[in-house]
Structure formats: C-alpha cells, structure tokens
C-alpha cells in the first residue's frame, strides 16, 4: 500500500461529506493550515534533529496531527524522511489519523446532516 493512500482516502470522505451533508469549504482550509503547520513543524524538529538542538516534543508532533495537521505530518515523514523509524511514534500518530478522521465524521454527521 503507497504511503499516500491515507490521504487520498480522506480526500474521497471528505468530498462525500461535502457532497451529502454539506461540509462547508471552511474546514478544507483548516486543514490546509494545519497540515501546513504541521510541516513545518516536522521539518523544524528535523534540522534540529541534524544540528543536535533542542527537538519538538513528540506530543507536540502527535497533537497538531490529532488537530487536523496529519496529512502534512504525512506528507513531511515521507518527503523530509523524518519520524518513520521509530515505531512507538508511528503507532501513535496512526492512532491520531484514525481519531481525527472519525472525530471528522462524527461531527460532519452530528452538526451538518438533514435529521432524518
């Protein structure tokens, strides 16, 4: 499986909930600005990382990924080659991805959709 296909995925679920309950196009921004965050957030703690400095926590990694940012915290692990070893870490953040993406679901379901 390409390590791409999770984004991908959340892409197709969030044209759907925007196409059956009207997930207004602020929160596609959102999470364009958080996953933007996100990155460089993660490409921050890796030329630390190179310059032996002072690292962002994992929490705090892990947390703006929890917040919306994990398709960038994605796209960083694979493009900067960063945090993909350690396997503590990628369980964690696979673990954000699932509860954020059900979090979105949740509340696109809850707030937006036509009460049956």
């Not at 959340?10 to 602020?26: C, D, E, N, S």
């Not at 993909?84 to 707030?111: C, D, E, H, S, Y």
Request: charged fraction near 15%; glycine fraction near 6%; proline fraction near 6%.
């Amino acid at each position: 499986m390409t390590p791409y296909a999770p984004l991908l995925l959340f892409l197709i679920l969030y044209a759907w909930t925007t196409w059956a309950w009207g997930v207004p196009a602020v929160v596609g921004l959102l999470y364009l600005a958080a996953s933007a965050i996100c990155f460089a957030a993660y490409a921050l703690d890796k030329s630390a990382a190179r310059r032996k400095e002072r690292r962002t926590p994992e929490r705090t990694l892990l947390l703006l990924g929890l917040a919306g940012g994990w398709p960038g915290g994605l796209l960083a692990q694979q493009w900067l080659r960063h945090k993909t070893v350690k396997q503590p870490f990628r369980r964690l953040f696979w673990i954000t991805v699932a509860v954020n993406a059900g979090a979105f679901v949740w509340m696109a379901r809850r707030l937006l959709a036509p009460i049956d």
